[in-house]
């Protein structure tokens, strides 16, 4: 048996946290193993924004982001800002735009970025471990981190956790980060999809005869309602989506409502049927019909002329009516689940790491970064943001 191999800092995952923290630490001198269960690394980046990959968002903020702890993610994010990961991309000449809502994208192809990442391993002398499957961590105070694995043992003082969350179990998912986490004592905040699409059934199955209607609302979560979300939704042959109902997703807990505003760019107590209130204004459902089709796709406005009227055609119900158009209520029966999330909330509990390096309060040497962490952004680069900003927090110091 060949005896383990010796670095100074393993790293486990080779994703979008996994490759940006193996390569700081490399370039500072450290020597250091990236170990990846998949036959290739950064699978999701290379899908990630469409092929495109929103790699930061010029605006981001610690409120862009999820967790228990809301502050944990500041120091983290102040260190390391978009405009550093804009500098790493300009250096390396890959031309991007900015798409919308601060959202940056390449130009070109996701592929940019993985390779980017790839050469900044190469100059740190990264050894990528490919393939290195079974996993089986053990630690002591003495010999630091012991790994077997498929690919053979290796040993090292530190050791980082960046093998991401839940989603999307086909690229390679797993709930390694956790399991590992809780082996240490450390605790975990139950993870659960995270902007992903909205299932409807029942009563309000009716919507997916609108399979393909897509238009902007405001959507929020019943139990967050300062967390609104002016975008684009899109009715699917499964319930809801659009990038509206995946942010609002985030904060959507099963059994709650999910409200829309179906006129968001009318005053917030402005009557969307104001048009049958005037003077001689017929009150009949086309009237109806066409106020709403005012402010909304046809299909859309005669759907909800049938499925949401007035109780009558007096002044006051026509007030509720409109009121209860600009905060309707959905009812979801649940989310499509891991397999089409974007991300995992939830994660290891913040509580548990130090906010300046990723670092387990536990087990010194052991770090947590990306995904796997409770830290989770809104749509729009935050979360490859977060990626980056704490897998550097981990190299500065490692
Ligand atoms: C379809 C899609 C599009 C997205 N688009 C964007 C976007 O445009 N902008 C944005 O900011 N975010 C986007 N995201 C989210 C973003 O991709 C993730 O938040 C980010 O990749 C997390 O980085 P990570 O390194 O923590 O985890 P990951 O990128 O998931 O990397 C984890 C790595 O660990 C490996 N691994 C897992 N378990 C093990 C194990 N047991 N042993 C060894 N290796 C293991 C995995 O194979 C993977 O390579 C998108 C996500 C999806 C699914």
């Given at each position: 048996?060949?005896?383990?191999?010796?670095?100074?800092?393993?790293?486990?995952?080779?994703?979008?946290?996994?490759?940006?923290?193996a390569?700081?630490?490399?370039?500072?001198?450290?020597?250091?193993?990236?170990?990846?269960?998949?036959?290739?690394?950064?699978?999701?980046?290379?899908?990630?924004?469409?092929?495109?990959?929103?790699?930061?968002?010029?605006?981001?903020?610690?409120?862009?982001?999820?967790?228990?702890?809301?502050?944990?993610?500041?120091?983290?994010?102040?260190?390391y800002?978009?405009?550093?990961?804009?500098?790493?991309?300009?250096?390396?000449?890959?031309?991007?735009?900015?798409?919308?809502?601060?959202?940056?994208?390449?130009?070109?192809?996701?592929?940019?970025?993985l390779?980017?990442l790839?050469?900044?391993?190469?100059?740190?002398?990264?050894?990528?471990?490919?393939?290195?499957?079974?996993?089986?961590?053990?630690?002591?105070?003495?010999?630091?981190?012991?790994?077997?694995?498929?690919?053979?043992?290796?040993?090292?003082?530190?050791?980082?956790?960046?093998?991401?969350g839940?989603?999307?179990?086909k690229?390679?998912?797993?709930?390694?980060?956790?399991?590992?986490?809780?082996?240490?004592?450390?605790?975990?905040?139950?993870?659960?999809p995270?902007?992903?699409?909205?299932?409807?059934?029942?009563?309000?199955?009716?919507?997916?005869?609108?399979?393909?209607?897509?238009?902007?609302v405001?959507?929020?979560?019943?139990?967050?309602?300062?967390?609104?979300?002016?975008?684009?939704?899109l009715?699917?042959?499964?319930?809801?989506?659009?990038?509206?109902?995946?942010?609002?997703?985030?904060?959507?807990?099963?059994?709650?409502?999910?409200?829309?505003?179906?006129?968001?760019?009318?005053?917030?107590?402005?009557?969307?049927?104001?048009?049958?209130?005037?003077?001689?204004?017929?009150?009949?459902?086309?009237?109806?019909?066409?106020?709403?089709?005012a402010?909304?796709?046809?299909?859309?406005?005669?759907?909800?002329?049938?499925?949401?009227?007035?109780?009558?055609?007096?002044?006051?119900?026509?007030?509720?009516?409109?009121?209860?158009?600009?905060?309707?209520?959905?009812?979801?029966?649940?989310?499509?689940?891991?397999?089409?999330?974007?991300?995992?909330?939830?994660?290891?509990?913040?509580?548990?790491?130090?906010?300046?390096?990723?670092?387990?309060?536990l087990?010194?040497?052991?770090?947590?970064?990306?995904?796997?962490?409770?830290?989770?952004?809104?749509?729009?680069?935050?979360?490859?943001?977060?990626?980056?900003?704490?897998?550097?927090?981990?190299a500065?110091?490692?």
């Open positions: 048996m060949p005896a383990a191999r010796q670095f100074d800092v393993l790293v486990i995952g080779a994703g979008a946290a996994g490759l940006m923290c390569a700081g630490a490399g370039r500072r001198g450290r020597r250091v193993a990236l170990l990846e269960h998949n036959a290739q690394p950064g699978r999701k980046i290379l899908i990630s924004g469409g092929g495109r990959c929103n790699f930061t968002n010029i605006h981001c903020t610690h409120a862009n982001f999820l967790s228990e702890n809301p502050h944990f993610a500041k120091s983290a994010l102040a260190l800002q978009p405009q550093h990961f804009i500098e790493l991309v300009n250096r390396y000449q890959i031309s991007w735009h900015e798409k919308t809502l601060g959202q940056l994208f390449c130009d070109q192809s996701a592929h940019a970025i390779n980017m790839l050469t900044e391993c190469e100059l740190g002398n990264v050894e990528l471990v490919l393939n290195a499957r079974n996993i089986a961590v053990e630690y002591s105070a003495n010999a630091g981190f012991h790994i077997a694995s498929s690919r053979g043992e290796f040993q090292s003082a530190a050791l980082v956790i960046a093998t991401g839940l989603s999307i179990p690229l390679g998912a797993t709930g390694f980060a956790y399991d590992l986490a809780r082996q240490v004592g450390l605790a975990v905040v139950l993870p659960r995270a902007l992903v699409p909205l299932t409807l059934g029942g009563g309000q199955a009716r919507w997916m005869e609108l399979t393909g209607v897509s238009t902007e405001t959507a929020w979560a019943g139990n967050s309602a300062k967390h609104r979300f002016r975008e684009k939704m009715v699917t042959h499964r319930g809801l989506s659009g990038p509206a109902i995946l942010q609002a997703s985030s904060y959507w807990r099963p059994g709650e409502p999910l409200l829309v505003d179906f006129a968001p760019a009318l005053a917030k107590d402005a009557d969307l049927l104001a048009t049958l209130l005037e003077p001689g204004a017929q009150r009949t459902t086309t009237a109806l019909r066409n106020a709403l089709h402010v909304l796709p046809q299909r859309l406005a005669a759907f909800l002329a049938e499925v949401a009227p007035p109780d009558t055609w007096r002044n006051a119900a026509l007030a509720a009516c409109s009121q209860r158009l600009r905060s309707f209520a959905f009812h979801p029966t649940g989310t499509e689940g891991f397999e089409k999330a974007e991300v995992t909330a939830g994660g290891v509990h913040t509580d548990g790491l130090f906010p300046r390096t990723m670092e387990s309060r087990v010194s040497g052991l770090f947590f970064i990306g995904e796997a962490v409770d830290v989770t952004g809104h749509l729009g680069g935050f979360n490859f943001q977060w990626a980056w900003a704490s897998a550097v927090a981990a500065r110091v490692l």
